[in-house]
């Protein structure tokens, strides 16, 4: 049996009747995305790598405990298990977010795209920053649809169903960090292309 080719409900089945592997590669197939979004939540490196250890600890002891019913939908559930924990952290501690100027890790390093060269390379790398800068401006709801829709790559009903709000608020909410990052740029004059 190719464990590799096994939907995430059989994966989960596997690894509770044993299979360490199975587990193994439902991590591998959701990893980038759960740590991404929580990155991008915490803008901390070693922050989102704890949040992020965390979350499959929860998942672990969620699943052998038999509590686990999203059926077919596990990315989704893993997701609000991250979302949760973000939201519990900053409760707690009571911080806003803030992009460190020391941070070594960039999401656009991990995204995948095809050679290019220097010159394009260096344009992208502008624009994403500045891309990355309007958003980080953004209100907390405003940027946390951005983030979900964008990077984590989130339907709209994925996203009501993760915030806990209504997919018209969700899409409220794209719709104004839209007009709000246009507002940005012709107020500053910035060159996005």
């Not at 709000?165 to 007009?179: E, F, Q």
Request: charged fraction near 35%; charge should be positive.
């Amino acid at each position: 049996m190719n464990v590799l080719k096994l939907s995430d409900r059989e994966l989960i089945s596997n690894y509770l009747e044993g299979n360490d592997r199975a587990f193994e590669v439902l991590l591998n197939r959701h990893k980038d995305k759960i740590y991404t979004s929580i990155y991008l939540f915490v803008k901390d490196r070693d922050l989102a790598e704890d949040i992020f250890q965390d979350v499959f600890i929860k998942i672990i002891k969620t699943l052998r405990n038999g509590k686990y019913n999203h059926e077919g939908k596990f990315l989704q559930w893993a997701m609000r298990i991250s979302y949760n924990m973000c939201v519990d952290h900053f409760r707690k501690n009571k911080k806003k977010t803030k992009v460190s100027a020391t941070e070594t890790f960039d999401i656009f390093d991990v995204l995948e795209s095809p050679e290019d060269n220097k010159e394009t390379s260096i344009i992208k790398s502008q624009l994403h920053r500045r891309v990355r800068e309007l958003v980080d401006q953004l209100p907390e709801e405003q940027r946390e649809v951005v983030i979900l829709r964008h990077y984590a790559d989130m339907s709209f009903k994925e996203i009501s169903q993760l915030t806990r709000v209504s997919i018209n608020t969700a899409l409220g909410r794209m719709r104004y960090a839209l007009i709000n990052m246009r507002k940005m740029v012709d107020e500053k004059e910035l060159q996005l292309m």
